[in-house]
């Protein structure tokens, strides 16, 4: 009988099989797989990419920060470019920000998760989960053994599918939905570092610099679609497109020879280059209509369902490792507690609520994003409201509170946290209405063709990392500013002023310094008198 069976040995599976080990050297923990390792390094999948959120759960919960650092290349956080006829514009970081986020290859990545996991849990290789049923309590769960076809009945407490796109559970329990986004993806490996220096070359008016440019997560921007090129190594570099199918024939681009017609049709320096360097293609994938989600994803019953077997909204941001970073810093948390004799359904209601909330926010994020950028100047502000949020209110919230909520039973704190998290996504859902908006559209504003971002305004958001728990409560004052300080982008962008101007002011550090930021709050004109700095 174990306590924990986790079925699906990919990134989500592995990292939880981790998480609980590292917390619990007694837990008895399997995993069934489908598969044998080692991978090879470039595998099928797809995601190959750290958001911040995803960066400090490898660091702070699951401590490989330093493991990381010595196998893959650091990330230059996200690049963005829309090309035009002649020239393009850009938007970018010219330093790293404070945690370590990574591009990696992902066959690799989980070869090396496994090999931290193998000795420490039982694993069932060649193993496909077939169903399971309750039987007193405990989860009697029927697996096929792929190397001899006979079948096996093991025993566990806890169930969690990490076994992807399949939805297993979500499909047994008729939980899961698709999303109002027509997205689909087409993927290729290429045998060679593409360099975006040498087809987007700096001109004398671009304040970047060439020394990462091409290390940070490119994406090249066009209604409707973007394209990602990602140097997962000196010589491998993953290129893909996003696109919206209300937009482009899936059919134009479902097989290499198409997608290449179709990138010299929409994205031509890319091809001509590609062409040029005559790199090799590895490989050629697809994936469909992607988006889903479902209704919850830790039930009473003790079974949960993380990563893509819970829901994707869209990969624009790399967010499917911070969705699994908190599901499985959750449910953690949710199996310790209930192992060491205390009550935990008031925490898995939290739990529910909580990654229910995150999944609000993200539709808010991509709901009628792609038709919308036409509009160098929305693209620019867009990443920067939904940073505005995602570091001040989710990143401080991951970084500081997430355990904290979980780990005993104190449903103020947690309610009082939700608050924030829920007050500060109310904010975000009028921000993206704002941006939606006829009046933003005719603002006549058109921002900068070179947009350098400051990756140490970080620090400005999240001031504080891992606040001990029994000091839990200092993360509010936190969190209370960093609604007003999204209360100030709200009424600046409202104002029609150039919201770059905002950002090149160095306005968030300005703003967080202040001990009253509310006096900025609906007063754009006191906050450029009193806190713009010199450009
Ligand atoms: C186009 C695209 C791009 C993306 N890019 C990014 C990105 O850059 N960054 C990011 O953070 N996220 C990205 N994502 C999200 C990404 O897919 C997830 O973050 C990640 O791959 C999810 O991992 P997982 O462990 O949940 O699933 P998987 O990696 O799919 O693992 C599931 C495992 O379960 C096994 N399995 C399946 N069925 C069974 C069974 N019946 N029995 C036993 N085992 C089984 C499979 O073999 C598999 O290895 C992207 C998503 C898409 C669609």
Not at 68 to 95: A, W
Not at 105 to 129: A, S
Request: charged share 25%.
């Amino acid at each position: 009988m174990y306590d924990v069976l986790i079925i699906g040995a990919g990134f989500a599976g592995l990292t939880l099989a981790y998480q609980l080990r590292k917390k619990s050297s007694d837990l008895r923990i399997a995993i069934v797989h489908d598969s044998s390792f080692p991978l090879d390094d470039i595998s099928d999948k797809v995601g190959e990419s750290f958001n911040e959120i995803g960066a400090v759960y490898f660091d702070q919960m699951l401590g490989l920060k330093e493991f990381m650092k010595e196998r893959y290349p650091r990330k230059l956080g996200m690049r963005f470019f829309k090309i035009n006829e002649s020239s393009y514009q850009e938007m970018g970081y010219n330093n790293f920000t404070p945690n370590h986020a990574f591009h990696f290859e992902r066959g690799k990545l989980e070869n090396d998760l496994f090999d931290l996991v193998k000795d420490k849990v039982d694993f069932y290789l060649n193993h496909k989960y077939l169903d399971f049923e309750t039987v007193d309590g405990e989860k009697h769960v029927h697996v096929l053994d792929r190397n001899d076809k006979s079948s096996r009945t093991l025993k566990a407490h806890w169930l969690v599918d990490a076994a992807g796109l399949k939805k297993l559970l979500a499909r047994k329990f008729d939980l899961t939905h698709r999303l109002p986004l027509n997205h689909s993806s087409v993927w290729f490996r290429v045998g060679g570092g593409v360099n975006v220096d040498d087809f987007l070359p700096l001109t004398s008016d671009n304040p970047f610099t060439t020394e990462n440019r091409s290390w940070s997560s490119i994406h090249l921007e066009g209604v409707g679609y973007w394209v990602w090129i990602l140097r997962l190594s000196e010589n491998v570099t993953s290129v893909g497109i996003i696109f919206d199918e209300n937009m482009y024939e899936f059919q134009d681009l479902a097989t290499w020879e198409k997608t290449k017609l179709w990138l010299r049709d929409n994205v031509r320096v890319l091809m001509d280059y590609l062409d040029e360097e005559q790199f090799p293609i590895m490989d050629f994938r697809i994936l469909r209509r992607f988006a889903t989600q479902s209704d919850y994803w830790v039930s009473d019953e003790r079974w949960a369902l993380v990563g893509d077997a819970y829901g994707i909204w869209d990969p624009y941001y790399s967010n499917g490792f911070d969705l699994i970073g908190m599901q499985n810093t959750i449910l953690t948390e949710l199996i310790l507690a209930e192992r060491a004799g205390q009550e935990i359904h008031q925490r898995i209601q939290g739990a529910n609520r909580f990654i229910s909330d995150v999944m609000r926010g993200f539709a808010a994020t991509f709901t009628d994003f792609y038709s919308r950028k036409d509009r160098w100047y929305y693209i620019c502000s867009k990443y920067n409201v939904d940073m505005a949020v995602y570091f001040p209110i989710l990143a401080t919230i991951v970084h500081n509170s997430l355990e904290s909520m979980f780990v005993d039973e104190d449903p103020v704190f947690r309610d009082r946290v939700l608050f924030y998290l829920e007050e500060g996504g109310g904010i975000y859902f009028q921000l993206i209405q704002l941006l939606a908006s006829d009046e933003f559209k005719n603002n006549g504003v058109d921002g900068y063709d070179y947009m350098p971002l400051n990756a140490d305004t970080y620090h400005a958001f999240v001031p504080e990392m891992d606040i001990p728990y029994h000091e839990k409560e200092r993360v509010f004052p936190i969190l209370e500013k960093n609604c007003n300080l999204l209360w100030c982008v709200f009424h600046y962008l409202k104002s029609g002023r150039n919201y770059m101007d905002f950002i090149k002011n160095g306005a968030y550090f300005a703003i967080t310094e202040q001990t009253d930021p509310e006096r900025y709050r609906d007063n754009p004109d006191q906050l450029e008198a009193d806190l713009f700095h010199s450009a």
